[in-house]
């Protein structure tokens, strides 16, 4: 009997899907939208893998409702806090991410962020696109400048060391703030967090949403910002309080933000009061968004996969 797989989606990018079916019994929620606890749990018994997108929450009753046969739980997504970990680790379940083959396109995007928010380039084009560019007035669409600005990257790793390389690019002067990647390199300087905050023009967050980074920026933090400063956040929604992040930017405490992710996604049509924020480009979740890298996020989640069934260690496990 073929082995059973669950996937949270019957349709990915690329061709990873195909090639897992070719393996084992792939067995997929059917809808459109996306499935609840419930229906996942009904799929799940007897499974021996399990593929999830990053925003699927991979809770203990789901690794008990697949039963001991789940050895494999593969996120298509770099983030990883939808996982139960210690559940997962109490049942011996290997659990892999896809870092690597998203860095550099999340990179693309959280400079695409970073232009869009400083040079109010959504404003802009929606000023445009009502018919309000009746005549050319030098103080219209006024921005700040991002070429010899001061980037803050707080975390990095991949993605933000993939940023620290375009912003050379720019003649940015880039510090970062890192307690596990402390050192200095070629592109960055090690700084403390109060430093980042007091020198950036541009604070970009690149760390995992996790206990200790849960609200990291709030109130405190955007107030030790520069009030010509631009919040950027590609990584997780958790990692601002967003709360703090619209009173501050409504009372010019920091000048903009450029967000991709946020505290409740998918938003639906109740839109976080961010959105409507004339300082504050939106965006939703597109951070790996091209053809090329969300087919490979599949392929690496399909080859964590079929790579543990065959009693192989996984490529790309969690960080311990
Ligand atoms: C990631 O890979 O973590 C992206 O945010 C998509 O979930």
């Known amino acids: 009997m073929a082995i059973r797989v669950l996937t949270t989606r019957k349709e990915l990018p690329g061709s990873g899907l195909s090639r897992l079916a070719e393996g084992t019994d792939v067995v997929s929620w059917p809808g459109a939208a996306k499935p609840g606890p419930d229906d996942l749990a009904a799929l799940a018994p007897g499974s021996a893998g399990l593929l999830a997108l990053g925003s699927d929450p991979v809770d203990a009753a789901l690794m008990a409702a697949a039963g001991p046969s789940l050895r494999v739980i593969a996120l298509a997504s770099m983030g990883f806090d939808n996982v139960d970990r210690a559940a997962a680790a109490e049942r011996g379940i290997v659990v892999t991410h896809t870092p690597g083959v998203l860095a550099e396109t999340t990179a693309d995007l959280t400079f695409a962020l970073i232009l869009a928010a400083r040079r109010r380039l959504g404003a802009a084009a929606a000023s445009l696109e009502r018919g309000g560019w009746d005549v050319f ?155 090329s890298t969300r087919a490979a996020m599949v392929d690496l989640a399909v080859d964590n996969i079929l790579d543990v069934l065959a009693g192989h260690p996984a490529r790309t496990p969690l960080p311990g």
Not at 173 to 187: C, I, K, M, N, T
Not at 196 to 208: I, K, R, T
Not at 212 to 239: C, D, F, W
């Open 137 to 291: 007035r030098m103080h219209d669409y006024l921005g700040l400048d991002v070429h010899g600005a001061t980037l803050g990257l707080v975390g990095y790793g991949q993605i933000g060391r993939a940023v620290a390389r375009r912003a050379q690019g720019f003649g940015m002067r880039v510090v970062h703030h890192d307690p596990y990647a402390a050192a200095d390199d070629s592109l960055s300087t090690s700084v403390s967090l109060e430093t980042l905050l007091a020198e950036a023009d541009v604070v970009s967050l690149h760390v995992p949403l996790t206990a200790e980074t849960r609200h990291l920026i709030s109130r405190r933090e955007l107030a030790a910002m520069k009030p010509t400063a631009t919040l950027v956040s590609t990584s997780r929604g958790g990692v601002v309080d967003e709360e703090a992040l619209l009173g501050a930017v409504r009372a010019g405490v920091v000048h903009s933000a450029g967000l991709d992710v946020y505290e409740r996604e998918p938003m639906g049509a109740e839109l976080s009061p961010l959105v409507d924020e004339p300082y504050v480009v939106t965006l939703p979740h597109i951070g790996s968004a091209t053809d």
